[in-house]
């Protein structure tokens, strides 16, 4: 019987990067995944600077750069009478970018792979083995085979908020909110984005360009859950109208052309326990939110290192399981939270608050302060540093001093 020391559910960018660690610390590793790659899938495509640093620490930025996906150094967001752009990165990770999942999700797998993880696509699992209420395996089977049993002595769920571990784990789910908005994206030609993010924000609609492999720009405009009724039998058409708010834009993308058809989505927010006895979560699996910042990339990448180490640390004996994986868990919580409740805050695409709108137009013209408000957005600075009332005060501070 084939003993594993970890099999993980998902081979996307939350699970090939967890079995490409652990592989690298010597851990032995079956990663399986339903879809054969490449295979595209839903996502904002986005990687922040904090998620283009993890992939060259992992040594595999120069695959993406060579794919011919281009960089973004400068993030804009229209909020009417002006805009505020900066830069979302730092020296040391200056850029983002935005590339194709079935380039990224593919180098992910190869990566996987070369470290000695064992790969197997087109494998789809139909429960797992628990044994006195321990999780010890899986059952499953590749396309057209037979069903086979592998054991291990955890299991990942990689696999999304959908999670077959999740499911059947059933973890503590807690800072639960509902769905906020409603997004929807394709891919236009014709569009350029010379290396910039574009946002454009309006009360209770707002949409974001952005470059992606192809020579081609992802675009996403969305709406408040509350509107979905009302839109969603002229999606294409609302999503046209809402174009219409920033008419320079407009005119831009009437002049491009659509290469797909819209793929839309609202996603549910919540933080899962991402641990148990035999088993652990990664990615989406323990931890979603809005879609709006586009954080998901990077926040997959972050507890693929955070997990990685955490059950390196109790396969190798230095720690207890239950230690080495609460702090995953807690490190997660400190750094996911602040971002989760901007990005819900965001989400409800309500007009900003007086206190709000002064701050922003205060920020406008600022280079500084405007370099910070991309970082937050791109999850390199934190909000509550940003909207803390010292810095706040500076921010204002230096607006009155320029009149």
């Given at each position: ?142 396309r057209g085979g037979a069903s086979v049993t592998e054991h291990a002595r955890v299991v ?173 868990q807690a490190t997660r919580d400190t750094q996911a939270l602040p971002m989760y409740e ?62």
């Open positions: 019987m084939n003993r594993y020391d970890a099999i993980v559910l998902g081979a996307r960018c939350a699970g090939a990067p967890t079995a490409m660690l652990l592989a690298r610390k010597g851990c032995k590793v079956l990663v399986v995944d339903r879809a054969s790659f490449p295979s595209d899938t839903l996502s904002t495509h986005l990687v922040h600077p904090p998620g283009v640093a993890a992939l060259d620490r992992w040594g595999l930025l120069d695959r993406v750069v060579a794919s011919g996906c281009p960089p973004i150094d400068t993030y804009a967001f229209d909020f009417g009478p002006f805009t505020i752009a900066g830069a979302p990165g730092t020296v040391a990770s200056p850029v983002a970018y935005g590339p194709r999942r079935t380039v990224l999700d593919e180098l992910l797998v190869e990566a996987a792979a070369e470290a000695g993880a064992e790969v197997r696509q087109a494998f789809s699992v139909d429960e797992l083995i628990i044994d006195a209420g321990r999780v010890t395996g899986i059952r499953g089977r590749s990942i769920g990689a696999d999304g908020r959908h999670s077959l571990v999740a499911k059947t784990v059933e973890p503590e789910q807690y800072h639960e909110r509902p769905p906020l908005c409603y997004g929807y994206y394709s891919y236009w030609s014709g569009l350029p984005m010379n290396g910039r993010f574009e946002a454009c924000v309006r009360p209770h609609r707002a949409f974001a360009a952005w470059p992606t492999n192809d020579d081609l720009t992802l675009v996403i405009a969305g709406w408040p859950t509350a509107e979905f009724k009302a839109n969603k039998d002229d999606i294409e058409g609302n999503v046209l109208k809402t174009f219409e708010l920033a008419p320079s834009f407009a005119e831009r993308i009437h002049a491009a052309r659509r290469e797909a058809r819209l793929l839309g989505t609202a996603v549910p927010n919540y933080f899962r326990k991402p641990y148990g006895a035999g088993w652990a979560l990664v990615g989406d699996a323990g931890y979603d939110k809005e879609f709006i910042t586009a954080q998901g990339i990077q926040d997959a990448f972050r507890d693929a290192e955070l997990c990685a180490t955490a059950l390196d640390q109790a396969f190798s004996g230095e720690r207890g399981f239950d230690a080495a994986m609460g702090e995953y901007f990005s819900c805050d965001f989400a409800r695409l309500e007009p900003p608050p007086p206190e709000l709108q002064q701050l922003l137009l205060a920020v406008h013209g600022n280079q500084e302060a405007m370099d910070g408000f991309a970082r937050v957005n791109a999850g390199v600075m934190s909000p509550a540093d940003f909207f803390d009332e010292a810095n706040v005060a500076r921010i204002v501070a230096a607006a009155a001093a320029r009149g």
